[in-house]
Nanobody
Framework: VQLQASGGGLVQAGGSLRISCAAS????????MGWFRQAPGKEREFVAS????????YYSDSVKGRFTISRDNARNTVYLQMNNLKPEDTAVYYC?????????????????WGQGTLVTVSS
């Protein structure tokens, strides 16, 4: 399974950004997907996850109400729409794929990871 994240960049606080992750190597629509992030000097943390159909989504408390995870199974792509960005959202964002159709929040349940895309929010 290959995961290619893209769309990161520099944005001002209060702005918006959408990052994407294209998947290949297995039947995308049969599995959940997740986004995680890692800020400098901090551990990797859960951001959002989505089940195989897109009908079940989970968010961390720190992004709930500001970020939206979605997927397009026809395009084998998962998205993370980030609104009202804050400087503390600055991190490398990783997409990940589990071996379950569900939407796990535990990174230990993810077997495949993308290379990450850097999001920098300036104050």
């Amino acid at each position: 399974v290959q995961l290619q994240a893209s769309g990161g960049g520099l944005v001002q606080a209060g702005g918006s950004l959408r990052i994407s992750c294209a998947a290949s190597g297995r039947t995308f629509s049969s599995y959940g997907m997740g986004w995680f992030r890692q800020a400098p000097g901090k551990e990797r943390e859960f951001v959002a996850s989505i089940n195989w159909s897109g009908g079940l989504k989970y968010y961390s408390d720190s992004v709930k109400g500001r970020f939206t995870i979605s997927r397009d199974n026809a395009r084998n792509t998962v998205y993370l729409q980030m609104n009202n960005l804050k400087p503390e959202d600055t991190a490398v964002y990783y997409c990940a794929a589990p071996t379950t159709p569900r939407a796990p929040t535990d990174p230990a349940q993810y077997d495949y990871w993308g290379q990450g895309t850097l999001v920098t929010v300036s104050s």
